[in-house]
């Protein structure tokens, strides 16, 4: 009946549905998650200045998902706390991540294969996470797809999601940018992946469940170590994105020219270069003022420093040397 | 007993009462709050850069009070999500009015006799909401006339008062203005209503509901219609406020001059007008950070822009041709 | 066997544990917040321009903690309104000290000797909220010593925690400082007293509850009167801080001249002068932008003057004449 049913990965996908994700998996996330956090512009300063304030942002690194899930379904935003075993492994790893004698924690974590293991480790927790909160609204909603998707979204890319807030912990404030506007390819893969369960469990994707854990996993992982090791940020979805976009969001409409020049700059985001939509930095110039800031206008370079971010290897730790 | 009941207005406001919202007049609600939103600055470019972020802040525009609402009552967020017809026939209009071929749909409503038409259904929706979030914060806190008022303004002017955070999903930060800084006239005039719906709720104004519900809406609805073809922004309430706050907020205090000063730029305010607090704007000079934001500088223009949006009527289609 | 119990105190510790908050202490604590409130910079500009704004920021000053606590625990963020009684005291309070006739109220309570008695009450509420706090968050979390560390402490200090949004609705915004970057003394005191109070809860440490409250409270009221008689914001922890700095944060790392910089800066912090990181400084330049705020530059500011708004006695009244 099912494809899958009759070839050994069957029993693979079994095994995998049945993987804890405490300890390991969640430590290697930990670490991958910290080490982003490192890796931001500002965040060593901040980790010398307030070690309280550096914790609390990577606790938020780490628990975003659990934290912005809390916040859309009313239950208390401290109970991602109350866990102490993980508070207590994410902590720990926070504190060798940054304050580590000679380095040395960061310096081999940062080493190419050591990355690459614990970024394929971190993948496959965002399954778990993702599954966690489609099942989780699946019990309080039961026919709504859109809060299905919503809330797994939140828990698998909540880091992301609430990126702006949790700079502002650190005294950084980007206002023209956020994940909704610019998304990044963790944030996509993961809203793919949520929209992919949840028509699972509603039973409009005729699949098993663990045959569709075994094939986002898989799919999540090959796809992370390729870019990896490419160094490339190009999306495996650009041409996808492109085709829906052109279909859907252009139209003939009376910004035919406007639309087609930001048309272009939003297919060369799809492939990591820099947007530049004139029309959006004429309205910020005509504006004036410093603190209205208008979209669009420098919202890639955060975006990709951040991307970047993940895909530096142990340059980054030679650099700062 | 009730002049009203002897009139045949009593069968009228019988009849209004029991109205069915949905689909009619919420689907004019939905129409003109998107259209409020495609008439924000930069929100154009938005569209055409990330349909995603667009989509949010339109919902945002038209399920605002449901949102804050449900925070202060510490309730899911993701409810208002959970009504699938609503939001897909909000989705409809926001796809409609944004990416509509030839821009059909948004040139048509912005003609001037849909746009009235559309506006006053719109302010028939007001009552009804402000009077569910007194009803729904009578539930919880029965004594508590503070409570009413606060949950029926929320939800009646929740978009206007998130705004801010509205504006944030769009890449647009102004925190030097917001809802309560300067109210708008929508703003006001559903606290008014927040006020009156909560005093009858707890029987200090001895009037029957379905009388309040047709004198507040007839009131809301031709002072709209009167905005709309006068293209004045005057607030009936001008003289009521210039005088309370005369009475309450000057006293004999040290900043006499400074508050004659901004007493005047506040009644000015209240008729449209530009303020131009000098005391503050020297204030805002000598902090000289382009960061910190002092407030009153500015924050005119902004709220004008988005109450002229309202009452802008066909030029603005002719403009973007 | 207790040391306390057979000297006279033990009496007092009781008779300390059973005083009523309601009214003196609570009025105490909103004069000397409202107070606080007035002598932010452009604070008064906003109670003569927005006198509701005004007013919503005085009720996040008087009732920050109950607000940012009720957050965390996903109860209704409302329900501070919903006690009447508090809401209309603090009321009158904001009304009498920004527009009272002759600024009499205002002018009295900044009175060295009213100033100081009123300041001292107010450290005993702090006592109060922690402890209800941390008893709160046990009844919910009976286990999890962190998280009633986290709600005593937003309940104690809520105010100052929420401060970033406090300043939001004057129309101000300062990302580049929060009082998690750089705690000011109140934070610091009562983040001390939540700990104490939950370890005290959870029987760790071996100390009857009304003896750690007298303990606890007579050290916050003497230190805070000895900080306003000797105009000195000079830290009790300064040295105990700096030496579980040095231990943990600093450690052999690639930083090290960073570090040692930071560290200097640090511990100048500690005793209230200004720190210059001319590494964040030198960052913050680089990005050129004036809206991606870097942390660490300007943040002394503002704190200072939060400080010294406390300190500063019958010569800030004076200075408004």
């Known amino acids: 009946m099912d494809l899958l049913g009759v070839l050994p990965l069957d029993e693979l996908s079994h095994g995998l549905a049945n993987l804890s994700m405490f300890p390991y998996f969640d430590m290697a996330h930990y670490i991958i998650s910290v080490m982003a956090l490192r890796e931001q512009p500002g965040a060593l300063e901040v980790s010398r200045v307030s070690p309280l304030a550096c914790w609390f942002s990577s606790m938020l690194f780490c628990f975003g998902g659990a934290v912005l899930s809390a916040v859309m379904l009313a239950e208390p935003v401290v ?45 496959v927790t965002r399954t778990w996470k993702v599954l966690g909160g489609v099942t989780q609204a699946h019990g309080k909603y039961k026919d709504s797809l859109l809060v299905m998707i919503a809330i797994g979204w939140a828990k698998g890319a909540g880091g992301g999601l609430i990126s702006n807030f949790e700079q502002l912990v650190r005294g950084v404030w980007k206002p ?63 041409a996808v994105e492109s085709a829906i976009y052109k279909t859907l969001f252009t139209g003939c409409s009376p910004y035919a020219a406007l639309t087609g020049e930001v048309n272009k700059a939003f297919i ?24 209205n800031h208008t979209p669009v206008k420098g919202q890639s370079g955060s975006h990709k420093a951040k991307e970047e971010s993940e895909n530096t290897e142990e340059t980054s730790c030679k650099k700062t040397d």
């Open 176 to 238: 023209e940018t956020n994940e909704l506007l610019k998304m990044s390819y963790p944030t996509k893969i993961t809203l793919i992946g949520a929209v992919l369960f949840a028509l699972q469990q509603t039973h409009y994707l005729p699949v098993q469940k663990h045959h569709l854990m075994l094939i986002y996993t898989v799919f999540t992982v090959v796809n992370k170590s390729r870019m990896m090791l490419t160094g490339s940020s190009a999306s495996p979805f650009a």
């Open 268 to 291: 060369d985001n799809g492939t990591g270069s820099t947007p530049t939509s004139t029309s959006a930095t004429k309205e910020s110039d005509k504006n004036g003022t410093a603190g």
């Open 79 to 123: 109970a991602p706390l109350s866990n102490s075993t993980s508070v207590l492994l994410a902590s720990v790893v926070w504190y060798l991540v940054f304050y580590c004698p000679m380095d040395l924690v960061y310096c081999c974590a940062a080493l190419l294969p050591l990355r690459l293991v614990l970024s394929g480790m971190k993948e």
